[in-house]
Every structure is written in C-alpha cells, then in structure tokens.
C-alpha cells in the first residue's frame, strides 16, 4: 500500500507541490483530510514516513505511508522553509520526530547494563556507571512516544528518573497492566 504513494510522493517534494492527504492516524477514530507540503522521506523500522508541514494544525508532522488513505497532488505550489532532515531525526528515537525536545534520564540494573552500553541507541546518548554497578543513561528525544515504547521494552530492569510526566505514566500502565493481570482467569 505505502509504495504506491512513495513515487507520487517523490515528485511532489521534487517539485514543492502541495498535496491533499486523507490520513487515518493509528489511534484516531476517523480519518482526516487536510493539505500537506512535502519535505522529505524517510524509512525508519520497516516502513516509509512523509514529514511535511501539516496545514490543518499549522504545523510540521510525521504521516506513516502505510496510514495514507488517498493523496492526490494540487496545482498548488510552496515554498520550503529551511528543515534539515538530519538534525530533525538525529533528535528522533525511532520514527517518532514529532514533539520538543526534551531530557529523559534513566537508570539501568547491573543485569541488563552489557545490553544496553553495546550499542548507541540515540544520537543524544551519555552514559554514566554507578556505583552499584549500574548504569545511568541521559538522552534528549524530540517528544516522549517513541522512546517510551523503548524503555517499557527494559522492565523491570529501568527506572526512570526524568521527566516526572514519563514516570507518572509508567506508574498509570503498570497499574493498568496489573489490573489486566490480577484477574481470576479469563473465560
């Protein structure tokens, strides 16, 4: 489905049309249509991404082309602000550029410290060892969806010391999920 898109796509960055999306985001309950300046491509995870600027919030933003309803170029021209794609998703963790920058600091147990220190997660990230033979990691991302997804991956061997809003929110899905948990088997 994405691929059909990609050439179309291609040419209206090419040629800084503008074009209709019809766009049906993950979580949304309907699909929404509104005009886009295209930017650039990008392919993160297995699948292609647009991010251009998103006329309906004024905005830029991030469409999965796999979420693409219809697009159709206009015959409506733009011209581009400066965005550099390499600074936008050096700041990205994931496909998740959307979102201000902001610090995550996290802290690792002992057991899991040789998985995390092997490879370079985010172009952001410092590490620190502690004296319990942990490890404390600092990033900054752009926005908290995508590396939330990553640090849920780690429990229970991580604890998020910063932001609060993201440790409030590991506390609100742990809850959850041990509600979810808790009950007497599922019939």
Excluded: C
């Amino acid at each position: 489905e994405a691929d059909k898109h990609l050439g179309a796509i291609h040419r209206a960055i090419i040629d800084y049309r503008r074009i209709k999306l019809v766009y049906k985001a993950l979580y949304a309950e309907h699909p929404t249509e509104s005009k886009v300046d295209p930017y650039y491509l990008f392919f993160r995870d297995g699948f292609w991404y647009l991010r251009g600027y998103y006329h309906l919030e004024e905005g830029m933003r991030t469409f999965a082309l796999d979420r693409i309803v219809s697009l159709a170029p206009l015959d409506e021209h733009f011209v581009p602000e400066p965005v550099s794609p390499e600074d936008e998703l050096s700041g990205a963790f994931g496909p998740y550029v959307d979102g201000d920058p902001v610090e995550v600091v996290l802290r690792f147990d002992p057991e899991v410290k040789g998985l995390i220190t092997r490879k370079k997660w985010h172009t952001s990230q410092q590490e620190k060892e502690l004296a319990n033979g942990g490890l404390e990691v600092q990033f900054v991302v752009n926005g908290l969806f995508g590396i939330r997804q990553w640090i849920y991956r780690w429990l229970p061997y991580v604890e998020i010391v910063a932001p609060k809003e993201l440790r409030e929110d590991l506390r609100t899905d742990l809850a959850s999920a041990l509600k979810k948990h808790d009950k007497k088997g599922r019939q």
